[in-house]
């Protein structure tokens, strides 16, 4: 099943849904509304002063906060496509949103720029909102003023929380960048998770003390990201030099498009590969893997063509590609295999099982190396 969904493009960026989002602003909806008295304790608006449904408020207040994050993230993904790093898609979810950004930055200083941009444009656009809302004329609904001085203070809020150096979040790229360029991106990177981590026990602990159940999860969030964003810094220093064409089977098995599924399961017990591109006119025209054969029950198998059940969206890289660049392609797409490509041309594949290889010939010469 597909976990988001396109709704939209900005400045040519997919925007996606998680459908964790779906569950989660129903219960923004219902908590901003049934706590409406202790939102407007902040502002100088009267609660009997409001004429809306305190749910609908409510409401409309959790699509605020969801558009300021995707403001945000749209902040970092303009500022990144300045210094030439695409973004391959923005996606909101339970915990905020999430912009792909392809790839950190080289230079420190660019990527100092990027991670400092959403926080940025998080605390101008709450000072904005809480400006026109406090100095809006009278005649405006107290319900509009609400919602413009709330939406003001949740923007606020997401740029102060943000800029946390509690890595993974802007403030700890902000602080590994600054440490970067005075030791190796993977030192810094070593530096900045210890950073998250102690961050994540400190909610953590204040969250138990607390019974704040919320602090608790984002105490979980950061740890786990803390540990995977340093995880994949030493992958990548261990791949380093490693190139796709070290790695990659170069002659590479493929099926027509027209053969039956029945004669693919054949194929893959023979050649014992769990998965193969096919071709059509010499094209390849998707991949199929043993998990697709699954998609049919077995009586089809005989007058099915593996064109039908194939997965036509293609991965690529290319021969002269980093290994860790495959590396986080097969991870991100969370796929086993990806076509080595130049131009239309099939030049061979490469799997998760090739890249782990890589990754342990790496470890045995440093071992060697050590002796
Ligand atoms: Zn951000």
Redesign the pocket.
């Known amino acids: 099943m597909k976990s988001s969904f396109t709704v939209g493009h900005l400045f040519g960026i997919p925007v996606k849904i998680h459908i964790s989002l779906l569950i989660i602003l129903p219960f923004f909806a219902w908590a901003f509304g049934s706590n409406i008295i202790y939102l407007t304790e902040n502002t100088d608006i009267a609660r009997r002063q409001l004429i809306l449904n305190p749910y609908l408020l409510g409401f409309i207040m959790a699509v605020m906060l969801f558009i300021s994050i995707l403001i945000?993230?749209l902040a970092?993904s303009l500022v990144a496509r300045t210094k030439d790093v695409e973004t391959t898609d923005i996606t909101l979810m339970l915990f905020g949103g999430l912009?792909n950004i392809e790839e950190i930055s080289k230079d420190p200083k660019d990527e100092m720029k990027i991670?400092a941009s959403?926080?940025l444009t998080s605390l101008l656009l709450g000072l904005i909102f809480i400006f026109s809302g406090s100095y809006a004329p009278d005649f405006i609904l107290e319900d509009l003023r609400l919602i413009v001085l709330y939406t003001g203070q949740l923007n606020i809020f997401l740029g102060i929380f943000?800029l946390l150096p509690a890595f993974p979040?802007?403030g700890g790229r902000i602080l590994r960048a600054f440490i970067a360029q005075r030791t190796s991106f993977r030192r810094a990177t070593e530096i900045a998770s210890k950073f998250g981590k102690g961050f994540a026990l400190m909610f953590g602990i204040l969250g138990f003390m607390s019974g704040n159940f919320l602090l608790i999860f984002i105490a979980f969030f950061i740890y786990i990201g803390a540990s995977q964003e340093h995880q994949f810094s030493n992958i990548k220093s261990a791949l380093s030099d490693l190139k796709v064409k070290d790695l990659m089977t170069e002659e590479v098995k493929t099926v027509p498009a027209n053969m039956s599924v029945h004669r693919l399961i054949e194929k893959m017990f023979n050649d014992k590969h769990s998965g193969f591109p096919v071709l059509r006119d010499d094209q390849v025209v998707g991949i199929v893997t043993m998990e697709d054969a699954q998609k049919i029950p077995q009586d089809e198998y005989h007058n099915t063509p593996v064109q039908t059940i194939m997965n036509k969206e293609l991965h690529c890289v290319s021969e002269n590609d980093e290994l860790y660049e495959a590396f986080k392609l097969l991870f991100q797409k969370d796929i086993g295999r990806l076509l080595v490509m130049d131009g239309e041309e099939l030049r061979g594949i490469i799997t998760r099982s090739d890249v782990m290889t890589g990754l342990r010939v790496r470890q045995l010469e440093n071992i060697e190396k050590k002796e």
């Open positions: 945000h993230e970092h912009a991670a959403g926080p943000n979040s802007d």
